[in-house]
């Protein structure tokens, strides 16, 4: 993500910094945390003074709404970041291994902030509603401990971590599928047509994760000298859960979802076994007649 001059000589890019400095990681870690943390409380104060169906919500509800557009932003800049370290970028794609790029350090830095804000804003509003979403807490731990030993460690390459970011393809859809079901807009055109889209990128998701792993092997003498072992360790593990458990759950329960239009993050058990003694009624009912 340089820009050139007439000359061809590359001109000064905003992401020219001194990553080597502690200080420099730290700040953008920071900056990172307190960007999206601000994103936050933009979107429960437009929210709050522009959207009927925002002010009609539950407590627990308004912050799942903002934390849902947070990571939507958020997915905007991972999805930018991962099609040019796939896609572009010729440093990355010489080395998959210890291949750096100063723009890579800059998302690295930020995402590890945003990560830790996830973390807080998860485990704050588990411990407020007294609720625990397991996958969910899982996802975020892996990310946050994953992206903190990129930053932690110079000799780590860039590309598996940009791809990692790439992974956050489908949260704007999940954010807009989401805000539209809570509106009441789950039989238009447009929330089936974002479903469909939504999805499709949730089977990108299992696709880049076969790359991933592609990667590691064929790279696999240059990930072991340049990462640390419980950081590699960490890594592989967390590409696994994702895999073979989390990618195919959420895929199933967001292809579910577009055949059965429900807010399944907040259905209440006994409201969904009350649907289906209804359903079951209405059945008996049709075979009695």
Known sequence: MNFESDDGATAESIFDLDYASWKIRLTLAVAGF?????????CHQLSSSLNATYCSLAAKEKVFWNLAATRAVFG?????????ALLVDPVLHADKARGQQNWCWFNVATATGFFFFENVA???SSLFFRTFDLFLVVHHLFAFLGFLGSVVNLRAGHYLAMTTLLLEMSTPFTCISWMLLKAGWSESLF???NQWLMIHMFHCRMILTYHMWWVCFWHWDGLINSLYLPHFTLFLVGLALLTLILNPYWTHKKT????NPVDWNFAQPET????????????????QQ
Not at 273 to 278: F, I, L, V, Y
């Open 272 to 287: 969904e076994s009350k649907q289906a003694e209804r359903t079951n009624g209405q059945i008996l009912q049709k075979k």
């Open 76 to 84: 905007v800049q991972s999805t930018v970041a991962g099609l040019w």
């Open 122 to 124: 998860v485990h704050l």
């Open 191 to 193: 929330w089936k047509l």
């Open 34 to 42: 307190f960007f999206y943390l601000g994103v936050f409380v933009v």
């Open 256 to 259: 579910q979802q577009l055949l």
